[in-house]
């Protein structure tokens, strides 16, 4: 048998394919495919007759995330940081702050003009206040460069008390490790001159230690306290 010989299959007469209109593919096909339905000539009606349909899916862009940078060890991020203009550092600019702090606590702890308080009903509203506008001193620290800087306090973060001095210089002081002293009026009575602060009033003295104070003002105001010994420095 010869292998290459032609093969006995006639000539087929090629004609062009024609597709008549009066049974179009789509429509047939949908309804095949739909069969199982009740009723699929109202389908083909309702979803796919006269209308767009995308037979593929489109391409879509993928969104390009931003790199993240290897901050080396030891380097805090400076976006976003609390800062003051140099020349705004004046203390004159921040005693009407601590005139507000000064009435603040004169509505929470209940001043009046007769009598003061007792340490015993401020200890627990004292834990829970906020310390923005006050003044405070430094104690005692490990740090003896920060014992007597004194000064309003315009900026409380987790770890640090932010305060301007009257030599018109801001000092940031770490909680860690230090104890401050925290005046508070003794009595609801209006200072004697718009320059003047708690320094020339009659005031109360409380402690304050910065290792159980290292949270932020919103976190220690819903804070419960435990009663805990404190190791002097």
């Known amino acids: 048998m010869d292998v290459y010989a032609s093969s006995p299959v006639p000539s087929i007469q090629k004609e062009?394919?024609?597709?008549?209109?009066?049974?179009p593919f789509v429509p047939d096909f949908v309804k095949s495919s739909v069969s199982q339905s009740s009723n699929p000539q109202e389908i083909y009606a309702s979803r796919v007759?006269?209308?767009?349909?995308?037979?593929?899916?489109?391409?879509?862009?993928?969104?390009?995330?931003?790199?993240?940078?290897?901050?080396p060890h030891g380097i805090a991020r400076t976006n976003g940081s609390w800062s003051l203009d140099p020349s705004q550092a004046i203390f004159e600019l921040?005693?009407?702050?601590?005139?507000?702090?000064?009435?603040?606590?004169?509505?929470?702890?209940?001043?009046?003009?007769?009598?003061?308080p007792s340490s015993t009903s401020i200890h627990?509203?004292?834990?829970?206040?906020d310390f923005s506008g006050s003044f405070i001193s430094v104690q005692k620290s490990k740090n003896?460069?920060?014992?007597?800087?004194?000064?309003?306090?315009i900026h409380e973060s987790e770890n640090t008390f932010v305060i301007i001095t009257k030599a018109n210089t801001t000092k940031v002081l770490p909680k860690q490790n230090t104890i401050?002293?925290?005046?508070?009026?003794?009595?609801?009575?209006?200072?004697?001159?718009?320059?003047?602060t708690i320094l020339?009033?009659?005031?109360?003295v409380f402690a304050l230690y910065g290792n159980q104070f290292r949270f932020h003002a919103s976190e220690r105001a819903g804070r419960k306290f435990k009663h805990k010994e404190s190791i002097e420095l």
């Open 16 to 23: 062009r394919l024609k597709f008549s209109s009066k049974a």
């Open 49 to 71: 007759h006269g209308k767009k349909l995308l037979l593929d899916n489109p391409v879509r862009k993928r969104e390009k995330k931003p790199k993240k940078r290897n901050i």
């Open 94 to 116: 921040f005693v009407p702050l601590h005139h507000l702090w000064m009435g603040y606590m004169s509505e929470l702890l209940a001043l009046n003009t007769t009598e003061p």
């Open 124 to 129: 627990p509203k004292l834990l829970k206040a």
């Open 144 to 153: 003896p460069s920060l014992v007597a800087l004194q000064g309003i306090i």
């Open 180 to 196: 401050f002293t925290l005046r508070v009026p003794a009595f609801s009575t209006s200072l004697p001159s718009a320059s003047s």
């Open 200 to 204: 020339e009033i009659p005031h109360l």
